[in-house]
């Protein structure tokens, strides 16, 4: 039941709010303002070092929480592409803890990876959608997203319900290394119980992208830019569009532009610079007028003020709510779905069952 909507993809889209919401409540013990984890739980003081696996968007989930986890937790990650993890029989230190992510919970390759840990981490925990699956009764530790059932094949409200999810994580890591006191979480969590009511209001660009992806839908190439944390979320732009628009688009991270990349823009290729004012965003927005400077045709996506300092001459700006910085690869997944759903639309293309993939990859 589409509920109303014309795509599975736009209502999923639309339930964010409600299910990350509830994300929320099953995470935050709201009277001590902490994070609470199923049990048996896990001491993240005894992490020497964690081993983050998934394929496709929940691969990008796992590059975000690698920034997260390593900034805010001061706990070393490695981040893999499940396909490429275990024929590399990868070494595994002493004190390492796996964490598998996986909407489906049946993804061949991260199963695989999952079963190549048991015996070599000290410890497994996933992050999975469906609670029943392998990989989450495979685990030690499993944690639901608890983001309903997604029908779209391409992933939206499953991808930030992994982040909420590994963002609670990340928190209980930083106070148990005590790298963040319990006031700090409380505060971090205060911060997160009010992106509900952000991410509602980021979907108030949806009639802006609606607007552009006309000209958008023309694009033979597209390119996503993005700094820090908000490399992965480019990453998650660029597959997003090319699953469901087949337009082809690539992300690069906004400082490796010039050892490559800049050769490919020209006033045909649209370059869509994800920037949150966050502590990148100057070095962010000078790649971005590198671009410009070379005839590069610019979508900024900003918050009010950042479009006001550097929106100039950039070829169209969509104005997002301002965001503290941890939680900004949350919110930024929207313009990223929002962008790939109504190019995928205007170019006739099927939503919810896009050609050549399947939901479920239980094939290696
Ligand atoms: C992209 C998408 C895929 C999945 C990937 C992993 O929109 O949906 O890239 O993220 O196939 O699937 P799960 O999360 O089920 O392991």
């Not at 964490?99 to 410890?123: H, I, K, N």
């Not at 980021?202 to 490399?231: K, P, V």
């Not at 900003?302 to 700006?317: H, I, L």
Request: contains cysteine; glycine residues 6%; negative net charge.
């Amino acid at each position: 039941d589409k509920g109303g909507y014309k795509h599975f993809m736009a209502k999923e889209i639309a339930e964010q709010p409600t299910v990350l919401q509830g994300a929320l409540a099953h995470y935050i013990d709201t009277d001590t303002m902490q994070v609470q984890l199923p049990d048996p739980g896990l001491d993240f003081g005894k992490v020497e070092r964690l081993s983050l696996v998934a394929c496709g968007t929940a691969y990008l989930a796992c590059m975000v929480a690698k920034y997260w986890f390593e900034q805010h937790a001061r706990l070393p990650v490695e981040v893999d592409v499940a396909s490429e993890f275990r024929y590399r029989e990868p070494p595994v230190p002493k004190g390492t803890v796996a964490l598998f992510v996986s909407q489906s919970g049946e993804t061949a390759d991260t199963l695989a990876a999952l079963r190549y840990m048991d015996g070599r981490a000290d410890s497994i925990l996933s992050v999975v959608n469906v609670p029943e699956s392998s990989i989450a009764r495979e685990s030690d530790l499993p944690l639901p997203t608890l983001a309903g059932a997604e029908i779209g094949v391409a992933s939206t409200k499953a991808f930030t319900c992994q982040l909420t999810t590994l963002a609670m994580l990340v928190l209980k890591a930083a106070q148990d290394r005590g790298e963040m006191s319990a006031e700090d979480v409380a505060e971090k969590l205060k911060l997160l119980r009010a992106l509900p009511g952000m991410i509602n209001q980021a979907l108030n660009i949806e009639s802006q992208t609606q607007a552009l992806a006309g000209e958008l839908a023309e694009a033979r190439d597209i390119l996503f830019l993005g700094r820090g944390q908000m490399y992965p979320l480019a990453h998650e732009g660029a597959l997003k569009l090319k699953e469901i628009s087949y337009i082809h688009a690539e992300a690069y991270a906004s400082g490796e532009l010039k050892h490559g990349p800049i050769a490919l823009v020209d006033p045909n290729v649209p370059v869509i610079v994800m920037a949150p004012r966050d502590a990148l965003f100057e070095k962010t927005v000078s790649n971005m007028q590198e671009v410009m400077a070379r005839g590069g045709k610019v979508l900024l996506i900003a918050d009010e003020k950042g479009a006001q300092e550097a929106g100039e001459g950039t070829w169209r700006t969509l104005i997002m709510p301002e965001v503290d910085d941890f939680l900004a690869p949350i919110l930024y997944a929207i313009p990223a779905q929002l962008l790939a759903y109504h190019t995928a639309v205007a170019k006739g293309t099927d939503v919810d069952q896009p050609r050549n993939l399947a939901k479920s990859v239980t094939v290696e």
